[in-house]
């Protein structure tokens, strides 16, 4: 076995590959737009059901499995009984603006310190 080092792009290639002058900001939002819900979509299954943190990440991934979906997708969520770290009301927002089944699960302290041993043994790397 032979290990050949490569470089896949340059920066120096940069100049003659693309004209940056030629791309508006509206090109770059329709075509990742267009790139992540094609990857979103051919990921996900059938009757597929998202997480919904009320973060970024899992409300727009909800969200475009909604737009391409007729019926209202499902959504799970957590809540918790410590206000910082609970984003209840966000999860809320999120489902009536997409229009999803969002299904909430709260969760005390007394089932974190339930379930911490549980998930220490089952997790493999260090966890904190």
Request: charge should be negative.
């Amino acid at each position: 076995m032979q290990l050949k080092k490569e470089s896949y792009k340059s920066i120096n290639d940069l100049d003659t590959e693309y004209e940056f002058n030629a791309v508006t900001n509206d090109d770059v939002y329709n075509d990742f737009r267009k790139i992540l819900s094609e990857s979103i979509l051919e990921r996900a299954q059938k009757n597929c059901a998202v997480f919904l943190s009320g973060g970024v990440d899992s409300s727009l991934i909800a969200s475009i499995l909604q737009e391409n979906n007729q019926l209202p997708i499902q959504t799970f969520s957590i809540g918790f009984e410590k206000k910082d770290d609970d984003e209840s009301e966000k999860i809320k927002l999120v489902s009536k603006i997409i229009n999803c089944k969002n299904e909430m699960f709260q969760c005390t302290n007394d089932d974190l310190r339930g379930a911490f041993q549980k998930i220490s043994f089952a997790y493999d790397e260090p966890f904190s």
